[in-house]
């Protein structure tokens, strides 16, 4: 595929892990992007800040730890992700928890992500 | 209004054709973008949506099979319906090579469904004009 053809693609994540696959399925979603090679941004959008939070410990309910899997993201060239910034307020989510390479957005910054894209996925 | 541009659409369905009736909207937009003279070659089905390809999936008599919108589709008009393998045999939606891989008897997927990786998708997104997201929950 030609870069030229090459289209990309901003994932939003609007959804906090318990109780649901969604999330996870997001976060699959950007990776397989990006290992083939193909432009991709991940959003965390409203509740979905909430699977930024650190030292999560899902061991006892038996499910993959998301943040771990969001920590390993720029090992396959994600290098950012986005991070509604009223939100991770709301959640008192400091800059000290995101992952390092989080940039938070505030609105004028989402809807100029969401111009950037050709296409947009939201879980 | 100028000449209308056929499109090339993809739809990524995450909706359980169970749970209230998303998945059978997104099944009638997709017959409705085909009649519009536009394009669909693939539709793909992530996380709970894969139940979509649940072969013994039965429904009332006087309700419509999202099973039947979706099967027609593809009967139709040659729309791939691909289920996400991972998300798919979680929910034991098996194709015969798998049934036969993990010991069942038989398939559980209908037979118009293909399981398949996310390769599908980003290949289906990266020719699509358009990419239309059906089913996550509010």
Known sequence: ?123 | MGMAVALNYCLLIMAAPASGYTSLTAARFGAAVIAQGHILPRVFFLDGGTSNGLATAITAQDEKSPLTEWTQLATAHGTELVLCVSSAVKRGLLDSAEAQRHGFPAATAHPQFALGGLGLLVEAMQSADRVITFGAPE
């Open chain 1, 1 to 123: 595929m030609s870069a030229a053809a090459r289209k990309s693609v901003l994932v939003v994540t609007r959804h906090a892990q318990p109780g649901r696959s969604l999330a996870r399925a997001a976060l699959d979603t950007t990776l397989a992007t990006a290992a083939f090679d193909q432009p991709v941004n991940l959003l965390f959008l409203g509740a979905g800040v909430l699977q930024l939070i650190p030292h999560q410990d899902s061991s006892a309910v038996g499910v993959r730890n998301l943040r771990k899997v969001i920590d390993s993201m720029p090992l396959y060239d994600v290098e950012h992700c986005y991070v509604d910034t009223d939100a991770a307020q709301r959640h008192g989510l400091t800059t000290a928890d995101l992952p390092s390479g989080a940039i938070l957005v505030d609105v004028a910054a989402q809807r100029a992500l969401f111009d950037a894209h050709h296409h947009i996925l939201g879980f």
